[in-house]
């Protein structure tokens, strides 16, 4: 679109806007006209609305997490008496295989790509991301990626290698079925999604924040998400070669794993953990984030030690990329490799326990309030540090081989990852919820919820430490009362407490289903700022408007709501309020820029996607059907450079007088 | 795009790693060194850094606004990655009639997938070129057209430094 053309919009001249009809169509390649002012199904079919692909990222990522939670209860029951009948040995594997798989990629980071997409943009201040058609296209190839890992439960049994699919033993001779095919797509697919999600997040904070806005004025949690998409984007390319090579051998017949060829076993386990373990720090770090906006609003403190909390994040992430030898203590590594990791991965512990200190002195002497998002982040701040200590006890090498694969090392990443990452997400859940959807959840159910979802994890995941060191394996599909020991260390009783314990979770979890349909269905409207909060997301409506922020905020502190709401006196040293939250909106609204200019909703990323998902199929059933996906691919790509980002006059049906009407958005 | 780059640093450094883990793992079939052929790679080679100039030029006139010799420059820099990809077919179709498949060996396996990957690249690289032309001349891109051309240059050198890595590493060091 020339400078020319962007003068011709409807509001201003209707009938020169007609006058291009005869030459644009042919221009944006074809019949597919770009979808304006479009509702209905069709407004979040085709958005590229941050936040509407936030709350897509969301739903989409809490019905998986549904069902990656029914795949661990069946795992449960299964374990809960000795040789247990619920799944035979062969649907076990598989359960928790796609139960790992499922709550990693398809909850725990869509959901934290969730709230980065939702909530980066309102906290810098800027009224979209960098991209916004790759962040739609993000969406859908994560949605792609998804449908095709659980296409396999009903194509022929699902994948049955564990979520690290060591090869060769995901090979064909033992895998043969076609789960980890899927697999291996699903995961590619998700993650060229997660690879054009980092990249545009990154942009985004580099290129777009408010005016006076500096890297150290920027809130913690879009800190921490600028962490975990640098991880993602200097560790994805190494899985996806791993990737690539199993696919090779198991579609192509190439020889990369085959042990009788001269091949060395150790290979892939170097490839997947130098992704793996980066991606631990990926889940972790979200929660981090989330927490560290919670804890200070709560407490009515601003966070303690600010830049040591962002610094020990970003070391958290650089060292992340040294430790991922520490899965592989039992292999055989050689006493120096060894040694080193485990250095390592000790020294992990520090930033963990620089911030775990920062949240608690950030309580410290605060007047805190106990609401539902307070209660999880401090259980976030308690159970992670349990989760924290059996992991140091897991960077001592030799107390390492003894743990490896028994249910200690089940016990541990259940701490870190459900009592960090899910706590955190649930405490994110209630922060924001009045923000993305402008109702209030119920704190009474988020109370049952939380204290359900504490109990029942700890009695889910707590005798797992006693089970793993009795010798209790992971990834067996029964015990026997046979070996199941005596006392108090029998297998049997703790057994059975963790399977118990993990309905109790799964009733918290229903708690908060039952809490969101409750305030869905309530019609009272959340305030403004019901959290007195302290960061930018909250200078806006909730929900926010389309724009997200009706004059772009220039910023001169950090947690700039918090300072424009209350100054220091003088005399006494003490923070005065002079404005509430709702005073600042309304004037925010009543001094609204006029004519936004917001990019265009457009079918291109969706059908890209669709033609990436039959491109996939074709791997698994045939070269043919991966013709027709690549040319879907190729054709959406050339539709997708063709079109403008901003819709030009022609794609409007009539002349609309709310169409856009000049470029300022100055964002940047 | 330097992230993209960035990433696809890595994408290579996994490729080349399993490449040099392998190289020398031969149950089957041709031994490395009694099939390559480096006068005509090194040929292969210089033409694809030769496009890295040209390329330079193209960058340096679009700057100047000279969509003219853009264009000419852009058509030759495609016309040279096409010669290294259909240079890169050739030795296939050799290696493969000397007994060296994609499945013949660790070596095979790996050698295939790491250039194979290169090529790939390459070819995305000369379809961007000339998708790049086409737009120019039917003058479709909003702002600054030399930024355009700029960023399809950084992918187009970077596949070109790879190349050079890799061809030292397979094709010069004796194994």
């Known amino acids: ?140 190839l994560f949605l792609t990626g998804g449908l095709i890992l659980n296409a396999s439960w009903f194509l022929g049994g699902a994948a049955d290698g564990g979520w690290f699919m060591y090869a060769p033993n995901s090979g064909p001779v033992f895998s043969p079925s076609n789960g980890v095919d899927f697999w291996i797509l699903g995961l590619q697919i998700a993650g060229i999604a997660s690879l054009i999600g980092s990249i545009n997040l990154i942009v ?69 953990w130098i992704f793996g373990h980066p991606e631990v720090y990926v889940l972790i770090l979200p929660g981090f984030g989330i927490i560290s906006e919670v804890l200070p ?4 403190k601003p966070l303690f030690g600010y830049p040591f909390v962002v610094f020990s994040g970003a070391s958290i992430g650089l060292v992340g990329f040294g430790v991922w030898a520490h899965h592989m203590f039992a292999s055989g590594l050689g006493p120096v490799s060894v040694a080193v990791f485990s250095m390592a991965t000790m020294a992990i512990a520090i930033p963990t326990g620089v911030k775990i200190f920062n949240w608690i002195l950030t309580m410290w002497g605060g007047k805190i309030w ?9 259980g976030l701040v308690i159970l992670f540090t349990i989760g924290g200590l059996s992991g140091v006890t897991h960077a001592v090498a030799p107390s390492d081989t003894q743990q490896t694969d028994t249910y200690y090392i089940v016990a541990h990443f259940h701490y870190v990852l459900f009592g960090g990452m899910v706590f955190g997400l649930f405490s994110g859940f209630y922060y924001w919820w009045p923000k993305v959807f402008g109702k209030m959840l119920n ?21 797992m430490h006693i089970l793993g060191l009795q010798g209790q394996p992971r990834r067996m599909y029964v ?30 979890v229903l708690f908060f289903i039952i809490n969101v349909i409750k305030t869905t269905r309530n019609p009272e409207r959340a305030p403004l700022d019901p959290w007195d909060a302290r960061t930018l997301e909250w200078l806006t409506t909730s929900p926010p408007k389309v724009h997200n922020f009706d004059r772009i905020p220039v910023v001169h502190h950090l947690d700039e709501f918090f300072h424009r709401k209350y100054e220091e006196d003088e005399t006494t040293h003490t923070m005065k309020q002079v404005a509430t939250g709702a005073d600042l909106v309304r004037a925010e609204v009543a001094a609204a820029d006029v004519d936004i200019h917001m990019p265009g909703a457009s079918y291109w990323p969706l059908l890209l996607s669709v033609g990436m998902g039959v491109l996939g199929m074709g791997v698994i059933y045939g070269t043919p059907i991966m013709v027709v996906g690549a040319l879907l691919v190729l054709f959406s790509a050339y539709g997708w450079v063709l079109e403008p980002s901003v819709p030009e006059a022609i794609d409007f049906d009539t002349p609309s007088t709310d169409g856009p009407t000049k470029e300022i958005a100055p964002v940047g | 795009m330097w992230l993209f780059l960035g990433s696809e640093c890595l994408l290579f450094g996994g490729l080349i790693s399993t490449y040099m883990l392998y190289r020398g793992r031969v149950q089957n079939g041709p031994h490395p060194s009694q099939i390559y052929d480096i006068p005509f790679t090194s040929v292969s080679s210089f033409v694809l850094l030769m496009s890295s100039l040209t390329m330079v030029l193209a960058v340096s006139s679009a700057q100047r606004k000279d969509d003219t010799r853009t264009n000419l420059w852009l058509l030759i820099t495609g016309l040279l990655g096409a010669s290294f990809v259909g240079g890169q077919v050739y030795e296939f179709t050799t290696f493969y009639r000397e007994g060296l498949g994609f499945t013949t060996s660790l070596f095979s396996s790996s050698f295939y997938s790491l250039t194979g990957f290169h090529g ?21 891109i909003t702002g600054d057209k030399s930024e355009v051309v700029e960023l399809i240059g950084l992918y187009w050198h970077f596949v070109d430094i790879v190349w050079i890595i890799i061809f030292t590493l397979v094709y010069l060091i004796p194994s």
């Open chain 2, 120 to 140: 790939v690249h390459v070819s995305i690289g000369v379809i961007m070129l000339m998708s790049l032309r086409a737009i120019i001349k039917k003058n479709k």
């Open chain 1, 297 to 300: 609003t709560f407490s009515r």
């Open chain 1, 443 to 463: 704190e009474k159910l988020g109370s049952w919820n939380f204290w359900f979802m504490v109990i029942g994890m700890n009695m889910a995941f707590g005798p």
């Open chain 1, 370 to 378: 106990y609401s539902a998002a307070m209660k999880f982040a401090i």
């Open chain 1, 1 to 140: 679109m020339s400078t020319n053309e962007l003068t011709l919009t409807p509001s201003q001249s209707p009938s020169l806007a007609k006058g291009k009809l005869v030459v644009s169509p042919s221009q944006s390649l074809g019949a597919v006209r770009r979808p304006v002012n479009t509702t209905g199904w069709r407004e979040w079919l085709f958005t590229v609305d941050h936040k509407k692909l936030g709350i897509m990222y969301g739903t989409v990522a809490f019905v998986f997490f549904i069902v990656g939670g029914v795949e661990a209860l069946l795992i449960r029951l299964q374990l809960a008496l000795p040789d247990g009948r619920i799944l035979s040995a062969d649907k076990y594997n598989q359960m928790f295989t796609m139960h790992a798989t499922t709550m990693i990629f398809l909850f725990a980071m869509p959901m934290a790509a969730a709230f980065a997409n939702y909530f980066l943009p309102l906290q810098i201040g800027a009224r979209d991301v960098a991209f916004p058609r790759l962040n739609a296209l993000s969406f859908w």
């Open chain 1, 204 to 272: 985004t904070v580099l290129n777009m924040r408010a005016p006076g806005m500096t890297l150290m004025k920027m809130p913690v949690f879009t800190w921490m998400i600028l962490v975990v998409q640098f991880l993602l984007v200097f560790s994805l390319p190494v899985i996806t070669v791993a990737l690539v090579l199993l696919m090779f051998q198991r579609s192509y017949g190439a020889t990369f794993f085959d042990v009788s060829q001269g091949a060395d076993p150790l290979l892939w386990q170097h490839l997947f």
């Open chain 1, 479 to 508: 015990w026997t009362e046979a070996r199941a020991g005596e006392g108090l260390f029998n297998f049997g009783f703790w057994n059975m407490v963790s399977s118990i314990g993990s309905f109790i979770l799964a009733v918290g």
